[in-house]
């Protein structure tokens, strides 16, 4: 089945820095990209998704890339700020089963 | 918000007994899914549904089984709990092609 490996599991960054996770899927056929942010206490929000048809996608200083030949995609914040502190998952679901499987998370931290 | 409701919110239960968590939709969406959150493991898929008396497992699904006999209810039952379960559980929705929405989240302890 799909498995979707996500580095680092922490990350601390010092305010107006960027800050960068990865990861990693094994399913070829995994077409769609999520990634979620989870704060203390709720449930994971979406920030960002992209398809395999698209590279990269932006949303203000949140910004996602995807490598098809290499099965990786990654999370790009810049200027961060402190409510950017969280937790941070990627996911991926494969084309047609509707399974939406889960990297293992990176707490980030962001300093003042 | 879409809204989904998990309950109970919390529980605290003795190991061997059974245990039914309910996550309850208004959305209509199709997919359904109840992930455990264990640190170091982020979140894990149980079971999903893809529609009603539809279900699969996911890739910690022993221990655990789950229903759905209508569009807006998908229950989670530990049919003997086992201290190993003691984590916090979320359910989650979809309507195909688009984002997933969480519960608030259970937690559970099986002492």
Known sequence: ??????????????????????????????????????????????????????????DQRIAVTLNK???????????????????????????????????????????? | DAGITQSPRHKVTETGTPVTLRCHQTENHRYMYWYRQD?????????????????????????????RSKTEDFLLTLESATSSQTSVYFCATRQGGTEAFFGQGTRLTVV
């Open chain 2, 39 to 67: 640190p170091g493991h982020g979140l894990r898929l149980i079971h999903y549904s893809y529609g009603v008396k539809d279900t699969d497992k996911g890739e910690v699904s022993d221990g655990y089984s789950v229903s």
């Open chain 1, 1 to 58: 089945g799909e498995n979707v490996e996500q580095h680092p599991s922490t990350l601390s960054v010092q305010e107006g820095d960027s800050a960068v996770i990865k990861c990693t899927y094994s399913d070829s056929a995994s077409n769609y990209f999520p990634w979620y942010k989870q704060e203390l206490g709720k449930g994971p929000q979406l920030i960002i998704d992209i398809r395999s048809n698209v590279g990269e996608k932006k």
């Open chain 1, 69 to 112: 030949t290499a099965k990786h995609f990654s999370l790009h914040i810049t200027e961060t700020q402190p409510e950017d502190s969280a937790v941070y998952f990627c996911a991926s679901i494969i084309q047609g089963a509707q399974k939406l499987v889960f990297g293992q998370g990176t707490r980030l931290t962001i300093n003042p």
